[in-house]
Nanobody
Framework: QEQLVQSGGGLVQAGGSLRLSCATSGRPFSAYAVGWFRQAPGKEREFVAA????????HYLDSIKGRFTITRDNTKNTVFLQMNSLKHEETGIYYC????????????????????WGQGTQVTVSS
């Protein structure tokens, strides 16, 4: 019931674009922040982007700045990740997470700070 529902993703050529969506199951987000993470095969889950709910501040991994944009639509209880100029090395499973309360220990960029997760969606960027 608390799980987030993801959509989007798929196969795209390098340089292409994809948009990921992360929605609640009919309830409003009760979030301090919502974030996107990705996990490449054999690697740890990596922070990509986050948006804080109250003040709508956005935060990005340095390597994706200027190419990815995180936005939210309160009316649809949905958070989006628009990904442009995708690179082959950005292939992986992308997850959205909802952080209910701020985490002084973990901040925004560690997955342990997030309480609920989407099911993950595969993004494959062909070279």
């Amino acid at each position: 019931q608390e799980q987030l529902v993801q959509s989007g993703g798929g196969l795209v050529q390098a340089g292409g674009s994809l948009r990921l969506s992360c929605a609640t199951s009919g309830r409003p987000f009760s979030a301090y922040a919502v974030g996107w993470f990705r996990q490449a095969p054999g690697k740890e889950r990596e922070f990509v982007a986050a948006v804080t709910w109250k003040d709508v501040n956005t935060h990005y991994l340095d390597s994706i700045k200027g190419r990815f944009t995180i936005t939210r639509d309160n009316t649809k209880n949905t958070v989006f990740l628009q990904m442009n100029s995708l690179k082959h090395e950005e292939t992986g499973i992308y997850y959205c997470g909802e952080m209910r309360n701020p985490s002084p220990d973990y901040g925004l960029k560690m997955s342990a700070a997030y309480d609920y997760w989407g099911q993950g969606t595969q993004v494959t960027v062909s070279s």
